[in-house]
C-alpha cells in the first residue's frame, strides 16, 4: 500500500474553512509537507512541520499532526477562490533520503 | 528570477521517437530530481542526484536516463518513446541537508506521445 494517503476531492464554499487531511505509515517521519500545485504548475512548498511539533500556524494556515494515529490535517481559514489546486501531503523519514513521498494529491474546489 | 527552468514546456512526438528535456536550476542546490506526475495527478520520483549519486527508481523503465553536464543541469532522456510515456514531467532540486529539505519545482513538461 501508499506510504502516505489522501482522499481525492474538497469541495467548500468561499469563505468557510477547508480541512484536507493526510494520514502516513511510517513513524520515522522527520519533515512532514504540504505542497501547493496550481494549474499548469510545478508543486510549491505551503508549509512544513518537524515531527516532534503539534501544530503550527502560519497565517490563514494551520497544521495539526497527530502523531499517535500518524494523522496530518491543513486547514485554510476564509478559503479563497485562489486557493482552489492540488494540495500534496509529503513525508521525508528520519535517516532516508531526502526524497519527499507525497501523497495523490487531494483537489479542492472553492466555489462562490 | 526563474529558480527551477525546464524546455520544452510542451512536447509532443511520435512512438518509437528519442527525445530530451531540459532542466535547469539557479538556486545553487546539489541535488536534482526527475518526477512524473500521471494523468490521475499522481507525482512519481524517477531519478534523484548529487554529484555523487545517483538513485534510481528501480520501476522507472532503462529508456529513461539522467544526464548532469554540471551541477546546475540534469536533462532527462528519453528513448523509444511509447504512449504510456504521456505525462507532466518535473524537475526539482533541493539542498540535501537543507533547512528542511524543500523541493523547488520547476513549471513542468507535458509530454504526448501519439
Known amino acids: 500500500g501508499e506510504d502516505v494517503e489522501q482522499s481525492l476531492f474538497l469541495s467548500v464554499r468561499e469563505g468557510d474553512s477547508s480541512v484536507i487531511n493526510c494520514t502516513y505509515t511510517?513513524?520515522?517521519?522527520?519533515?512532514l509537507y504540504w505542497y501547493k500545485q496550481e494549474p499548469g504548475a510545478g508543486l510549491q512548498l505551503l508549509t512544513y512541520i518537524f515531527s516532534n511539533m503539534d501544530m503550527k500556524q502560519d497565517q490563514r494556515l494551520t497544521v495539526l499532526l497527530n502523531k499517535k494515529d500518524k494523522h496530518l490535517s491543513l486547514r485554510i481559514a476564509d478559503t479563497q477562490t485562489g486557493d482552489s489546486a492540488i494540495y500534496f501531503c509529503?513525508?521525508?523519514?528520519?535517516?532516508?533520503?531526502?526524497?519527499?513521498?507525497f501523497g495523490r494529491g487531494t483537489s479542492l474546489i472553492v466555489h462562490p | 528570477d526563474t529558480a527551477v527552468s525546464q524546455t520544452p514546456k510542451y512536447l509532443v512526438t511520435q512512438m518509437g521517437n528519442d527525445k530530451s528535456i531540459k532542466c535547469e536550476q539557479n538556486?545553487?542546490?546539489?541535488?536534482m530530481y526527475w518526477y512524473k506526475q500521471d494523468s490521475k495527478k499522481f507525482l512519481k520520483i524517477m531519478f534523484s542526484?548529487?554529484?555523487?549519486?545517483?538513485?534510481i527508481n528501480e520501476t522507472v523503465p532503462n529508456r529513461f536516463s539522467p544526464k548532469s553536464p554540471d551541477k546546475a543541469h540534469l536533462n532527462l532522456h528519453i528513448n523509444s518513446l511509447e504512449l504510456g510515456d504521456s505525462a507532466v514531467y518535473f524537475c526539482?532540486?533541493?539542498?540535501?541537508?537543507?533547512?528542511?529539505?524543500?523541493?523547488?519545482f520547476g513549471p513542468g513538461t507535458r509530454l504526448t506521445v501519439l
Open positions: 509529503a513525508e521525508t523519514l528520519r535517516g532516508g533520503s531526502y526524497i519527499p513521498t
Open positions: 542526484y548529487n554529484n555523487k549519486e545517483l538513485i
Open positions: 538556486l545553487g542546490h546539489d541535488t
Open positions: 526539482a532540486s533541493s539542498q540535501a541537508g537543507g533547512l528542511n529539505n524543500e523541493q523547488f
Open positions: 511510517d513513524s520515522s517521519s522527520t519533515y
